[in-house]
């Protein structure tokens, strides 16, 4: 996917938006499906309270949801991401500027107080078996190829240390520590486990766990029929509703039609930014082993 990405970003404006439009027209094969979601009608914001300030704090609740369904288990994950841009050449990787209290809310999953949606209290930390409910996508030139190519950086927020503890403005420098300590970038450096992936710093790597839907927590019960009804709404943003309209046709299957709105009417027009993609594990897993790709 780096290559092509590369490709496809020669002649356009790069920022994060357009970076992640053109993603999700890449995650387009004979496997899986993706469609990009823009959030039309605006951000979501939440409160929480912030040990680090002893105040309540609004935050915007990450720039891009992720939805991966996948087709061979019938499970929905959704991963919360604070996506960002560094143009400049990095000498230690990967420093970058955080807002801290963001990088507190998605780090430490605490319950909202306040949000200008109707989103559950608990979605950063209703699955506590699961880490990757929130995370970072750092996109990034790197130092290796001779057209500094642009790749991509996936970390978990823990990932992330502030370089001075002592700084107490809002924007902070923080440095990204490689839980393998391997010298990133490095394209076989990856940290999971076998239920879900923690880093990666390189696109196609995140990629390839994107399509084994080793990314995100697992939705059930009621944050599963949270997500179906935010989905419902969001195909009104999709440039691919029919990536939506399948997913929504499994579960509306498996649960006799039965997809209920708790959302009232003047919210039913905001939604998040997001990627919504259908995969296949099992066959994705087979493919990658048969190309000796999957490590």
Not at 213 to 234: C, N, T, W
């Amino acid at each position: 996917m780096k290559t092509n990405l590369n490709k496809a970003m020669a002649k356009t404006r790069i920022d994060e938006i357009s970076l992640f439009k053109k993603i999700s027209y890449l995650l387009n094969n004979s496997v899986s499906q993706c469609t990009y979601v823009n959030n039309i009608h605006g951000k979501i914001y939440v409160e929480y309270p912030s040990n680090i300030s002893n105040t309540i704090k609004r935050v915007e609740l990450g720039d891009l949801w992720i939805f991966i369904y996948d087709k061979a288990k019938k499970v929905l994950r959704m991963c919360i991401m604070q996506i960002k841009y560094k143009k400049r050449r990095y000498y230690r990787f990967l420093d970058l500027p955080i807002n801290i209290y963001q990088w507190e809310l998605l780090n430490t999953k605490p319950l909202l107080q306040n949000c200008n949606i109707n989103i559950p209290y608990n979605i950063l930390n209703f699955q506590k078996n699961y880490e990757s409910i929130s995370a970072y996508g750092i996109f990034y030139h790197d130092n290796i190829s001779k057209r500094r190519e642009i790749d991509f950086l996936y970390t978990l927020p823990r990932c992330l240390k502030p370089k001075n503890s002592y700084n107490t403005s809002t924007i902070q420098t923080y440095e990204f520590i490689c839980p393998h300590g391997m010298g990133s970038p490095n394209s076989l450096c990856k940290e999971k486990n076998s239920k879900e992936t923690f880093t990666t710093c390189s696109l196609d790597s995140f990629e390839k766990e994107v399509l084994l839907a080793h990314i995100g927590v697992p939705l059930y019960d009621e944050m599963k029929e949270f997500a179906l009804s935010l989905l419902e709404r969001m195909q009104a943003g999709a440039d691919d509703a029919s990536v939506i309209q399948r997913i929504l046709s499994d579960f509306n299957r498996e649960q006799n039609g039965n997809i209920s709105s708790q959302f009232d009417h003047e919210e039913k027009n905001l939604f998040p930014q997001a990627l919504v993609i259908a995969t296949d594990s099992t066959k994705m897993l087979e493919h990658y082993k048969n190309n000796t790709e999957y490590l």
